[in-house]
């Protein structure tokens, strides 16, 4: 049965943003919250166009990045309703590393095939400014060509804050120092009263906006992301995905979309119950209607929608490989941020395991760099070789859990605080 003759019995306004997706125009924020309320037919309908929007954008290539997270520090001055990673600079938690084992872990990393290291952690009291600086500095000089992606907006605007300079000009010194991108996260929901509740003293929607179009002025591309399941209605996650395609349409400097789904087992807001109405979570269907929404808002301006195996599994992620998304993240190596939460799913996925996933869902995988320039495609098994990542000990790289534990990482232990 054809597309539009199902459409014809789907629920009239379900159908209408569907079939003005399918003919290339973007939908309105009050479409996009009847595609997020919708169930049963009209669910996989809207399932469908996306996958169709994908096949007709980018394609059957499903692609991946080989890198490795480095969270250096989890003290953070914040206490983010949300965030089971942060610890007070008093916790015997606490740690920091220092910037010899941040080298040595993107050293690694490197030797094992790794393009990137994604580089983020707290907000450490008494920072200082130029942290993040050196950070790249060091990196770079025994690494120059390993791309650096690191830094969040709130990070930005602490190093400019400490440094005591303009958050334009701290930007600019980080692409000098080697920072080739910038995570999109601290966005979580882009609603100013919504932050107010579940992240207050975050940075503001306005601040986070501006350094992003900053970044994307200064040629430094960033990510974007949303993270949901709390306590945001299907419009705040509508008017948040509008927010971003009008950024996009002026700077042109978004290189794909994440939906993080919130993990709420360790989250505080959730274990204390300090937030009213506060959800476990995203359930399966509102996931795949996030990828899916996200596809038909964002396709004409964003071309890439990224799943995350940390946040989802293996086989949700397979799943959503056709409900739109066309990428599958990175091999991370270490993740902390979400496995101090309470995900289940691991720190280290395989590129081998990535590729298997993605041919076993009918598409051909790709190894690709953080900016997407395409490095390899796997377009059958006999292109497949085993990497060294592929056959390393997993057990060599440790875990956040063992890294909480380390004395010789303590944050209080003088010799590895910021200068005051």
């Known amino acids: 049965m054809a597309l539009d003759s199902v459409l014809k019995n789907a629920d009239?306004?379900?159908?209408?943003?569907?079939?003005?997706?399918?003919?290339?125009?973007?939908?309105?924020?009050?479409?996009?919250?009847?595609?997020?309320?919708?169930?049963?037919?009209?669910?996989?309908?809207?399932?469908?166009?996306?996958?169709?929007?994908?096949?007709?954008?980018?394609g059957d290539t499903v692609t991946y990045v080989v890198n490795r997270n480095i969270n250096f520090t989890n003290v953070c001055i914040k206490?983010?309703?949300?965030?089971?990673?942060?610890?007070?600079?008093?916790?015997?938690?606490?740690?920091?590393?220092?910037?010899?084992?941040?080298?040595?872990?993107?050293?690694?990393?490197?030797?094992?095939?790794?393009?990137?290291?994604?580089?983020?952690?707290?907000?450490?009291?008494?920072?200082?400014?130029?942290?993040?600086?050196?950070?790249?500095?060091a990196v770079k000089k025994d690494l120059p060509d390993m791309h650096i992606h690191a830094f969040s907006p709130e990070e930005v605007l602490y190093g400019a804050v400490r440094s005591g300079t303009q958050t334009y000009d701290y930007l600019k010194m980080l692409k000098e120092a080697g920072v080739g991108s910038l995570p999109g996260t601290a966005a979580e929901i882009l609603d100013q009263p919504l932050r107010d509740v579940i992240s207050p003293g975050r940075i503001?929607?306005?601040?986070?906006?501006?350094?992003?179009?900053?970044?994307?002025?200064?040629?430094?591309?960033t990510t974007s992301t949303i993270m949901y399941g709390h306590i945001e209605t299907s419009r705040h996650k509508a008017e948040h995905i509008a927010l971003l395609r009008e950024i996009q349409k002026e700077t042109h400097g978004f290189t794909e979309f994440v939906p993080l789904s919130f993990v709420h087992t360790e989250a505080p807001m959730y274990s204390h119950h300090t937030v009213p109405g506060i959800r476990a979570g995203a359930d399966g269907n509102e996931v795949v209607k996030m990828h899916a929404v996200a596809r038909i808002m964002l396709n004409n301006h964003i071309p890439n929608i990224q799943v995350s195996w940390v946040k989802e599994g293996a086989r949700m992620s397979q799943l959503l490989l056709a409900a739109g998304a066309n990428d599958f993240g990175g091999t991370l190596i270490n993740e902390s941020i979400s496995t101090a939460a309470g995900a289940q799913h691991g720190q280290l996925m395989r590129p081998k395991e990535i590729r298997q996933l993605i041919r076993s869902?009918?598409?051909?995988?790709?190894?690709r760099s953080t900016t997407y320039k395409l490095l390899k495609t796997f377009r059958d098994e006999s292109d497949e070789t085993e990497s060294a990542l592929d056959s390393a000990d997993s057990a060599q790289f440790g875990s956040y859990h063992q890294l909480v534990k380390l004395d010789k990482f303590r944050y209080k232990d003088a010799k590895n605080k910021p200068s005051p």
């Open 12 to 58: 009239p306004v379900v159908a209408s943003a569907l079939d003005r997706a399918l003919s290339g125009k973007d939908i309105t924020v009050d479409e996009a919250v009847a595609l997020f309320d919708c169930t049963g037919l009209e669910m996989n309908l809207l399932v469908t166009v996306a996958d169709e929007l994908r096949r007709r954008t980018v």
């Open 79 to 137: 206490q983010c309703g949300f965030c089971a990673f942060s610890r007070d600079f008093r916790e015997e938690e606490g740690y920091f590393l220092p910037n010899e084992e941040i080298v040595r872990r993107a050293k690694e990393a490197a030797s094992l095939g790794a393009t990137e290291v994604c580089i983020q952690a707290g907000l450490p009291p008494k920072m200082d400014g130029h942290l993040y600086i050196d950070i790249c500095r």
């Open 204 to 221: 503001k929607v306005d601040e986070w906006v501006s350094i992003i179009k900053q970044a994307h002025s200064l040629g430094i591309a």
């Open 361 to 367: 869902s009918g598409r051909i995988p790709a190894q």
